[in-house]
């Protein structure tokens, strides 16, 4: 009940002293009054409820975990996004999560397509059939973060001992990376890389030259583009070209085609090709009339 701090009505009192402490008591009150009802009403308690972060595996799949749950599948949360939901956030957003569903709306579905729109052995180094392939387990569907960096589960087990890297090299005979699924008559684009200036890039003899590496070799480049990744070619000595990470991001969907930068600002810092292609070369002068 509410304390009656005013009737209306003033009782007699011997004092005026008196008088004021009964206000200052009724005040009091009420105000106790006021934060036991306040508190009742916004109490909370936290409940944690374990949840698996995935379901074990089927045995053939080598190693792949691909969607851990079905719930996980159905709002495309792959088991790798667990702990590298940066890279999961912006995976949702790339044709690669919707592969599937794309492949199964292009009204030309086939079975031998179905290899490079799930987790398979194909973009990753994997020898035999893995994943969609070894298992036909709906969990493998899209290309997922293993269909390029190859199997989770060593780097659950072992993050430290067990880095899934991806690679970034890029011909027409390999058989990792993205030229196992982005060749042919379907998506030619390595084809048509092998055959321009940016496919042949690395052996050109200019690439040796100092200052001539920024824009010809492929490590060299995504250096001086402030992109810090990492990839199985990251520390080696061979000459990689222009391959296709080096203008376009695997994970992140930002920009049109998945392009590191747009290619639609009139800036030298901030377009993708103006970043090489903006005679920044000083011209040699080897006699006196220049």
Same mark, same amino acid.
């Given at each position: 009940?509410?304390?009656?701090?005013?009737?209306?009505?003033?009782?007699?009192?011997?004092?005026?002293?008196?008088?004021?402490?009964?206000?200052?008591?009724?005040?009091?009150?009420?105000?106790?009054?006021?934060?036991?009802?306040?508190?009742?009403?916004?109490?909370?308690?936290?409940?944690?409820?374990?949840?698996?972060?995935?379901?074990?595996?089927?045995?053939?799949?080598?190693?792949?975990?691909?969607?851990?749950?079905?719930?996980?599948?159905?709002?495309?949360?792959?088991?790798?996004?667990?702990?590298?939901?940066?890279?999961?956030?912006?995976?949702?957003?790339?044709?690669?999560?919707?592969?599937?569903?794309?492949?199964?709306?292009?009204?030309?579905?086939?079975?031998?397509c179905e290899a490079c729109h799930s987790i398979s052995e194909n973009g990753n180094a994997a020898e035999?059939?893995? $994943?969609?392939? +070894? /298992?036909?387990?709906? #969990?493998?569907? &899209?290309?997922?973060?293993?269909?390029?960096? *190859?199997?989770? %589960?060593?780097?659950?087990?072992?993050?430290?001992?067990?880095?899934?890297?991806?690679?970034?090299?890029?011909?027409?005979?390999?058989?990792?990376?993205?030229?196992?699924?982005?060749?042919?008559?379907?998506?030619?684009?390595?084809?048509?890389?092998?055959?321009?200036?940016? $496919?042949?890039? +690395? /052996?050109?003899?200019? #690439?040796?030259? &100092?200052?001539?590496?920024?824009?010809?070799? *492929?490590?060299? %480049?995504?250096?001086?583009?402030?992109?810090?990744?990492?990839?199985?070619?990251k520390d080696g000595v061979e000459n990689l070209g222009i391959v296709c990470a080096v203008g376009q991001?695997?994970?992140?969907?930002?920009?049109?085609?998945?392009?590191?930068?747009?290619?639609?600002?009139?800036?030298?810092?901030?377009?993708?090709?103006?970043?090489?292609?903006?005679?920044?070369?000083?011209?040699?002068?080897?006699?006196?009339?220049?």
């Amino acid at each position: 009940m509410w304390p009656n701090i005013h009737t209306g009505r003033q009782q007699p009192y011997e004092g005026e002293g008196t008088m004021k402490s009964s206000h200052v008591v009724r005040s009091i009150a009420c105000i106790v009054g006021m934060i036991i009802l306040t508190t009742g009403c916004t109490d909370t308690e936290t409940i944690f409820v374990d949840r698996p972060l995935f379901d074990d595996p089927p045995a053939d799949a080598s190693g792949y975990l691909g969607y851990g749950t079905e719930d996980a599948q159905a709002s495309n949360f792959t088991t790798c996004g667990n702990c590298h939901i940066g890279s999961q956030s912006e995976w949702e957003n790339t044709h690669h999560s919707d592969a599937w569903a794309t492949l199964q709306d292009s009204g030309h579905a086939a079975g031998f397509c179905e290899a490079c729109h799930s987790i398979s052995e194909n973009g990753n180094a994997a020898e035999g059939d893995v $994943g969609w392939v +070894a /298992t036909a387990d709906p #969990r493998y569907q &899209d290309v997922q973060c293993e269909s390029c960096h *190859g199997p989770g %589960a060593g780097h659950i087990g072992n993050p430290e001992a067990f880095q899934p890297l991806a690679s970034i090299k890029v011909d027409l005979d390999l058989e990792n990376g993205c030229g196992e699924c982005h060749q042919g008559s379907h998506h030619g684009f390595v084809d048509e890389w092998a055959q321009s200036r940016h $496919g042949n890039a +690395a /052996t050109l003899s200019i #690439r040796d030259r &100092d200052g001539c590496q920024d824009c010809h070799e *492929g490590r060299r %480049a995504l250096e001086v583009f402030g992109i810090n990744a990492d990839y199985i070619e990251k520390d080696g000595v061979e000459n990689l070209g222009i391959v296709c990470a080096v203008g376009q991001d695997p994970h992140n969907a930002t920009n049109e085609h998945q392009l590191r930068f747009p290619i639609d600002v009139p800036s030298v810092e901030n377009n993708l090709c103006m970043k090489c292609h903006h005679k920044r070369a000083v011209p040699e002068i080897d006699n006196s009339r220049g």
